[in-house]
């Protein structure tokens, strides 16, 4: 603005005066030859804010439950190790050769051990600073923080730092570090930035991963092998979406993760009731007819899919605001149009 | 200097105090909010929409803890000091909704107190406490004279009133001083004469096309209960820094009057309502400065600095609480935001910071934590988009107050205009390397800011129901000064 103008004297009109003219925002039109036209804005602060039911109800209070589990996970790690002692010393005792033997064994089950914790650990830690940081960015989002946002967008920038495909967008989003944007609309540009090109990949994998079990649940002769491959399947989809956003959790960060999941599930399934369940059954209804274990199959297609949607809302550092939410409408044509290409 | 008795006795008073308060704070928690600015800043609208909005509700959407519902309601309480007047709450609301008038320039301290009832994320019922002071902003500019002997503020005060459009202005006093010999006899007459003559320039000083800041002694401009008094009969002398003054001489009198000044003005106000603070949100008015031209801001950056200097700042520990309570949050807010248009917010915050920028260094290194935001705590304006001709003017809708003037023309307080009030840079440096031209050097039809004063909204009232007040991110500076204490 003042870029092209350095300096624009200050000017005041009354609104009562005949070469004024007061114009409603949604009215467009030139401005007549010789008058000035005022076109009042909408109030920001009248305008609804909009706010998302919070991703993962907040704890409150002392988390018993995990100081039992924790201490008899350390008992029960005290009990191994003692056996462990004790069985080795008998071996010496024994003899010297498979003293050594054993001693050996359970050095390298000791170090393989802590590697194992150090890696769940340091995965549990990352899906942590993964939320907290979806929950940062969607403060910013309502409180239009400047430095906040920047801090949120460089954390984001070192998180994105091991995904080689956006390298160009990181450098973009470097390059308007300095410039004069809000808060909101600095996360805003990240989201567009950074996300876009992940939130199509989760599309793939989500839609892909639904497609699979849709097809193996109409050809599988055993109901039991549907339950284990649908459920391989979820944890499969869960895990590489974690990956593609930027986590990398162990087996208790999926365990973590997966209680996300079924939660955010629990709250956001009662929305969805509205928009999506309806056409849901009707295809349903309609591949049922045609083939009993199709339509079972077209069913599980469509459950992984909203799965993978609440992964995706769990798994994403930033929430949905400038890019839009997909939809489970858009992963149940992909789906049905697949069957239709395969029947 | 070294630390003279006094004090030390001083410092001995202010950690007994708060050792005191520090107990009173378990069974009751207090937040003793600081709000500081110089005069019309707007600190009276400021409390006074704070307090409308937590009592009788607003939109506050940032301030997490009424925004999520987990306070039950604040109702205001009897204060904690029975010699200091209460803050006039209603009449200023009335004046403000009814009217349509801001409130008159404040004359004399007074003190409420606030308490909010609320429920704690984990479940827990509370309350909070909060006590606000409303003071002279005049009387802000004596803190720095603590730390001053007459000597030097005399050196001081003469030499800021030989720069730029004070000279013409100091015309009168610099002529009187003339006359006068620092170490003739005392003259009750001659010293008379000169607090008068000083304080007429003080008070030409404060003029809107001038809109200097730095103007001590404060209580000059707002003596309260003490005109007349000789605490208040003194004016600088032409003496040496380091002099001393010898007995029976004028020196030596306007020197006792001006320690006495500290003495019984200065050091109880401090001790009463600023030694002790938790939060502080300082409030500067820009805008009034932008009117009046490179001077005035500078003037306004000097003062602030000053000011700042005096108070105590940084990280609160279980120590410092115990001794020295301290300041860990201090939000500077450029008030008046609302006669910008909202494009032009964070360039008004880019000023500020750059004003403040050094007492903030000093806050953040000292581990307190700083905000910068531009607020308007009752928002007088509508924003709107003008086109003239190809120039789109992102402008501000509203009615100026009666007597305001622009392109020559008066208002009568009943009609609304659009005004552009011009371009502020988007480098603050700009401004303060003396970029542009204000009411100080030029009419105002050549100026390049025009901030006119525009009346209170006029609000439509629900049936028996206090409308709320309208604003522009009061509810942010809520959330940074008080928002952590009611976790």
């Known amino acids: 603005m003042s870029e092209k103008t350095p300096h624009r004297r200050p000017a005041t009109f009354k609104l009562g005066d005949p070469g004024v003219i007061v114009m409603d925002p949604d009215e467009t039109g030139r401005p007549a030859r010789g008058t000035v036209h005022v076109t009042p804005e909408a109030d920001p602060a009248l305008l609804p804010v909009p706010i998302d039911a919070p991703l993962v109800p907040v704890r409150r209070g002392f988390r018993w439950g995990a100081l039992f589990w924790s201490a008899v996970g350390g008992l029960v790690l005290l009990g191994t190790g003692l056996g462990i002692v004790n069985m080795v010393e008998d071996l ?59 801090a949120v967008v460089n954390e984001l920038l070192r998180l994105a730092h091991q995904n080689p495909q956006l390298a160009r967008a990181r450098a973009t989003l470097v390059s308007h570090a300095d410039d004069i944007i809000d ?27 639904a497609q699979r079990v849709s097809v193996v649940t109409a050809v599988s002769p055993r109901a039991l092998i549907d339950v284990l491959f649908v459920f391989v399947a979820a944890m499969r989809l869960i895990r590489q979406l974690a990956r593609l956003y930027g986590g990398r959790p162990g087996t208790l960060g999926m365990i973590s993760l997966l209680r996300h999941v079924i939660g955010h599930l629990a709250i956001t399934g ?4 509205g ?17 009993q274990r199709l339509g079972e199959g077209v069913l599980n297609g469509l459950l992984t899919a909203r799965l993978g949607l609440a992964a995706i809302d769990v798994t994403r550092p930033l929430p949905f605001t400038a890019l839009p939410r997909p939809a489970l409408a858009d992963l149940a044509k992909d789906l049905l149009r697949k069957r239709d290409g395969e029947a | 200097m070294p630390p003279s008795f006094s004090d030390i006795v001083e410092e001995a008073r202010l950690s007994a105090r708060a050792l005191l308060d520090y107990g009173d704070s378990f069974f009751n928690p207090t937040v003793r909010l600081g709000v500081t600015g110089l005069s019309r800043a707007g600190k009276t609208v400021f409390i006074t929409a704070l307090i409308h909005g937590l009592t009788r509700g607003g939109r506050f959407p940032v301030f997490e803890p009424y925004a999520t519902g987990r306070i039950a309601r604040a109702r205001l309480e009897p204060q904690p000091d029975d010699a200091v007047p209460r803050f006039d709450y209603e009449n200023h609301v009335r004046t403000l909704i009814e009217e349509r008038r801001w409130p008159n320039s404040t004359v004399d301290i007074s003190e409420l107190r606030l308490v909010i009832d609320y429920q704690r994320q984990n479940g827990a019922d509370r309350t909070l406490t909060i006590d606000i002071v409303d003071y002279p902003g005049e009387w802000l500019l004596d803190l720095p004279l603590l730390s001053k002997s007459y000597e030097q503020w005399s050196v001081e005060s003469l030499a800021l009133s030989c720069e730029g459009p004070r000279a013409k202005l100091a015309a009168p006093w610099h002529e ?52 007349g008094s000789p605490a208040l009969t003194f004016a600088p002398l032409e003496v040496a820094s380091d002099g001393s003054a010898p007995d029976g001489s004028l020196w030596a009198m306007m020197r006792r009057r001006y320690e006495a000044y500290k003495d019984v003005v200065v050091r109880p106000f401090f001790r009463d309502h600023f030694a002790r603070l938790d939060r502080q949100i300082v409030l500067v008015d820009a805008l009034a400065a932008f009117n009046a031209g490179p001077e005035a801001l500078h003037d306004l950056e000097a003062a602030l600095s000053g000011i700042l200097d005096c108070f105590r700042i940084g990280r609160s520990t279980i120590l410092s609480s115990l001794f020295r309570p301290r300041i860990d949050r ?43 935001v531009a607020l308007a705590a009752v928002r007088a304006t509508r924003e709107a988009m003008v086109a003239r001709g190809r120039d789109k003017l992102p402008s501000i809708l509203g009615t100026p107050a009666p007597g305001e003037s622009a392109n020559g023309e008066a208002f009568d307080g009943e009609t609304e205009v659009a005004t552009f ?67």
Do not use: W
Request: include cysteine; charge should be neutral.
């Open chain 1, 92 to 150: 010496f005792a024994r003899s010297q050769t498979l003293g050594y033997v054993a001693l050996a064994f359970a050095v390298a089950a000791a170090l393989a051990l802590s590697v194992v914790i150090a890696r769940e650990a340091f995965g549990l830690a990352r899906l942590a600073a993964i939320e907290k940081l979806h929950l940062r960015a969607a403060e910013v989002l309502r409180s239009d923080d400047r430095a906040e946002s920047r």
């Open chain 2, 421 to 487: 009030p011009g371009d502020l840079p988007a480098d603050p440096e700009e401004l303060f390397n003396g970029g542009f031209r204000g009411l100080s050097s030029t009419p105002s039809e050549t100026a390049d800011f025009r901030f006119l004063r525009f009346r209170p909204p006029l609000l439509e009232r629900a049936a028996n129901e206090e409308p709320a007040l309208p604003h522009i991110r009061l509810d942010r500076a809520l959330q940074f000064l008080i928002g952590d204490r009611l976790q």
């Open chain 1, 183 to 209: 808060g909101a609309d600095m996360i805003k540009l990240a989201e567009r930035e950074l996300m876009a090109p992940l939130d199509e990949e989760a599309r793939r994998l989500v839609s892909q991963a």
């Open chain 2, 330 to 372: 201090i939000l500077f807010a450029a008030t008046k935001a609302d006669h910008l248009h909202r494009q032009s917010h964070d360039r008004l915050e880019a000023v500020l910071r750059r004003a403040v920028a050094k007492a903030a260094d000093r806050a953040e290194y000292a581990g307190a934590a700083i905000d910068v």
């Open chain 2, 176 to 227: 009187h001083l003339k006359t006068l010999h620092p170490e003739g006899r005392e003259n009750e007459q001659a010293a008379l004469a000169a607090a008068k003559l000083f304080t007429d320039y003080l008070r030409a000083c404060r003029d809107e096309r001038f809109a200097m800041s730095l103007l001590p002694p404060g209580r000059f401009l707002m003596p309260g209960n003490l005109a």
């Open chain 1, 270 to 273: 009662g929305m969805a009731v």
């Open chain 1, 275 to 291: 928009d999506s369940l309806v056409q849901q059954m009707l295809g349903h209804g309609i591949a049922a007819k045609l083939s």
